[in-house]
């Protein structure tokens, strides 16, 4: 079974606004990441947030964690339509079992 | 793009056969991880191999079995398919298993089973 739940599943927005998309999970974490898919293919690494962290950036990426609520967000500032995919939030438990547990996933349209 | 490569990019079968998938790591990592994803779903951790042995098993049952080689390429083996085993598997790299540091993904294999 999958950890996160990820909100919105869907999400279709102009290209220069921004994106917000959110997951929660359920158990202790050492980290929290995002990742992005184009097109049902491989996925790629974005951000890494650790359980000790609130907030991370990197470029038009913002992540929040807010580890008492066991949830997280991620913020696109001035979408492209490039940014147009699917994003995972993926959790890094604190037993340290070496895998990632990745939620269901939020869909994302960038309309031109 | 990763440096990770699998092989083959599609695949089809019929129930009941066997299919071995590869996964080439990044150079550098010594070790991989493979997961399943269903059309619709995010990935669902199958295992991961650490310098040539399982460390970490996903709810898959032993038909889903794996290696890792000395030069931490890995094969993915599944017996008995069937129906609901069509997904997308997706093999990833890392660096010194455990810990749950950021991954390499490559770009999967698209496994059918009629």
């Known amino acids: 079974s999958q950890q996160g739940e990820e909100d919105p599943q869907a999400l279709s927005i102009q290209e220069g606004e921004n994106a917000t998309m959110n997951c929660s999970y359920k158990?202790?974490?050492?980290?929290l990441q995002w990742y992005r898919q184009n097109s049902g293919r491989g996925l790629v690494h974005l951000i890494l947030?650790?359980?000790?962290?609130r907030e991370k950036h990197s470029g038009r990426l913002r992540v929040t964690l807010d580890t008492s609520k066991k949830s997280s967000s991620l913020l696109i500032t001035a979408s492209r339509a490039a940014d147009t995919a699917s994003y995972f939030c993926?959790?890094?438990?604190?037993?340290?079992?070496?895998?990632?547990?990745f939620g269901q996933g939020t869909t994302l349209q960038v309309k031109p | 793009e990763t440096g990770v490569t699998q092989s083959p990019t599609h695949l089809i079968k019929t129930r009941g056969q066997q299919v071995t998938l590869r996964c080439s790591s990044q150079?550098?990592?010594?070790?991989v991880s493979w997961y399943q994803q269903a059309l619709g779903q995010g990935p669902q951790f199958i295992f991961q191999?650490?310098?040539?042995?399982?460390?970490g098993r996903g709810n898959f049952p032993p038909r889903f079995s794996g290696l890792q080689f000395p030069n931490y390429s890995s094969e993915l083996n599944v017996n008995a398919l069937e129906l609901d085993d069509s997904a997308l598997y997706l093999c990833?790299?890392?660096?010194?298993?455990?810990?749950?540091?950021?991954?390499?993904f490559g770009s999967g294999t698209q496994l059918s089973v009629l």
């Open positions: 993926a959790t890094a438990s604190s037993s340290n079992t070496g895998k990632l547990i």
């Open positions: 158990t202790s974490i050492n980290n």
């Open positions: 990833a790299s890392s660096r010194d298993g455990g810990g749950g540091e950021k991954l390499f």
């Open positions: 191999y650490y310098r040539e042995e399982e460390n």
């Open positions: 150079s550098g990592h010594n070790t």
């Open positions: 947030i650790r359980s000790n962290e």
